[in-house]
């Protein structure tokens, strides 16, 4: 939902990134104001994923260049736990398994950290179970994941539910969908979707990274960037991502070779 | 080096032999005094023992410990942090001694016995003698031979063929005082089709450096299955020495879960041997420690019959100046065909002084077997902490819920709730401290 005059919750200023001292972001450009979708897509490699983890603060990532303001303020001023408990979430692609810790303590502590950082108040087990069963619903996740311990033997389609289970307790400013997509059936991706579209609202945002079309039939994006070794190569409405579908991402590199050359 | 001279630290532990009654039996009196004997020719291993490398005894044996005959006054309060409410009997041995008074023998299921060893021995005698100083090896271990010289507080349990209890057996050995030498010994002989759970706690009440040295007996029949949970929470000034050695028959079941959190210095030997087709073992372990305590664990899987399994995993936790050691052997005998035998030891650092040294070994002689063993040493996987953080956690806190998580998941598998909980807690709260 684009309103021109909603506020900037992200404004990414000639950004630049490397990882283990190789360039992988090389200048990006992105401003998403409060009730926007942005789709994110590009071939393997382009540095789509690395965006949305140096925005959430992947310790593996060095800044190098730029700035990035996150409700006006400098994102990289806070630590990765201080961005989520400002209102970022980053859900991953491959969510890590954690033998050991049952999957409702940790999203209670996950809620009450968070609550507890945004001056709200905490919740008791009792009242914490209420909640992350009405949450479930909307995901059509078992309640038996919630003794299980965090992703452990979960099937991919399992582990991406919890993650946005873990955003629907969250209730972040802004969502990184990591590749939330792969590694989905369809039955799934519909209901993952589906839950992701019933949190969007005006008052948040949402930065979809993925390499295919088919997340975009469900979750409709108001805008759609193409990156490409580093950069956004091209940026344009929902009908681009369709383009991509049926012409794959080669004319767009070709374009912008062409471009160069000129 | 071989010399008739009795080591002048073992004579002065021997020294407390002399005071002890005459054994029920005449056998049992001959094991003892060959024990003795066995000791008297032992000496204190050093760090140039292979199987003492990297744990040096010499804080042991700077001090001198005796046994006593009487227990100190402890009430039930101050033990009640230990309870395991599931347990179908408790019995409490203070400083060694049995304590009547904080015992209590719930109602147990025709076929299974928990009795104390000097009286077992007069009414169970012929059950008893194929198996008491028969399984564990005194040969070239001093401390196992010392158990055996002092033979005489303990606990028989035995379960008839096809008995079965759900509910554990609680043995809680409780230290007090310092200089005390405990030389606690139990027995579990489980016939065929049998199934029961001994849980072997060792806690102490105060911050004493007492010596525990403790041999444990099993015998598992055909088909039978034991569950094994040895628990060493002892004082931080405390010296811990004990030996299981179990024995399984066909399709024998023994399931080992052993934790330590305490003590200065502790060494737990655990020697499984197959004896029949098909047995399985399962055994985890779990050392969690810190300050400048050193735990050692030493464990053998002995494959010598086909299609046996046993899944190991170890792992530790090692802060402030703690040192682990781990050394896990697994042999494979030649007639042991289609054996699968797993070992993992997986170790966690939680400060630049922790120092851990393990030592899988793999020794193979049959040639249609499944082996695998691994060990990994390391502190916290960076993109573990990176997802706890992305939740709004912050480092440390991050950090705690990590190690918690990489020791729970051994506790877990303890299916003993009130028991589980109790260990929980302690990791909990040892690591919110830094281990």
Redesign the interface.
Known sequence: MINANAKKILEVRDLTATVAGVDILKGINLTVRAGEVHAIMGPNGSGKSTLAKVL?????YTVTGGEVLFEGKDLFAL???E???AGI??G?QY??E????TNSA?LR??YN??QG?RGKEELDPLEFDDLVREKMKLLEMNPEFLSR?VNDGFSGGEKKRNEIL?MAL?EPKLSLLDETDSGLDIDALRVVAGGVNTLLNAGNACVLVTHYQRLLNYITPDYVHVMSAGRIIRSGDKSLALELEERGYDWLLDDKKAGATV | MSTTTTHPYVAALLAGTAALPQSPAAWLDARRAAALERANALAVPTTRDEEWRFTDLTPLTRLQFQPVTTASTVSAADIAAYAVSEAAVRLVFVDGIHVPALSHAGFLPAGITVELLASALKKHGALIEPYLAQLVKNDNDLFAALNTAFLQHGVFIHAAKNAALQAPIHLLFVATRKGVAAYPRCLVVADAGSEITVIEDYVALGDEAGLTNAVTEIAVAANASVRHIKLQRESSQAFHIGSSAVTLAKDARYLSHAVSFGARLSRNNLSVTQMGEGAHAQIDGLALIGGRQLADTHTLMDHTQPNGTCEQSHKTIVGGAGHAVFNGKVFVHQGAQLTNSSQQSRNLLLSDKARVDTKPQLEIFADDVKCAHGATVGQLDADHLFYLKSRGLPEAQARNLLTYAFGAEIIDRIPVPSLVAQLEQYVMARTEAGA
């Open positions: 959430a603060g992947h310790p593996a630590a990765s736990d961005r989520a408990r979430f980053l991953f969510p890590v954690i033998p050991g810790v940790f502590l996950a950290t968070v950082g311990s873990q969250l």
